[in-house]
């Protein structure tokens, strides 16, 4: 990975508009999955995915608002190859366990 300044646009949702800015250092668990409404033509797509803890992102940009109790809590995020640099993406999309 690059220093600890290289941040990752990511988004709670897919299709959703809203996205914010993470350190790359703050996502584990990369891995692909098959959302629902991922179809591209007659084949799912499999989109890039990980985990974040709430308090490294601006939870309330993606419609996290600590409401299970107290912080932090982790969620899934997806990463986008439309939201970051292709050279990102590609680095990021390695790390993913199929």
Do not use: T
């Amino acid at each position: 990975m690059q220093g600890n300044d290289e941040r990752v646009s990511v988004r709670r949702h897919w299709n959703g508009a809203q996205s914010a800015f993470v350190p790359v250092d703050a996502l584990w668990d990369f891995h692909f999955q098959n959302d629902a409404g991922g179809v591209c033509g007659a084949f799912p797509r499999a989109f890039l995915r990980a985990r974040v803890w709430c308090d490294k992102v601006d939870g309330s940009a993606l419609g996290h608002f600590c409401r299970e109790g107290p912080p932090p809590h982790d969620f899934a995020v997806f990463i986008l190859p439309g939201d970051n640099a292709a050279p990102l993406y590609e680095r990021l999309s390695a790390l993913a366990h199929r």
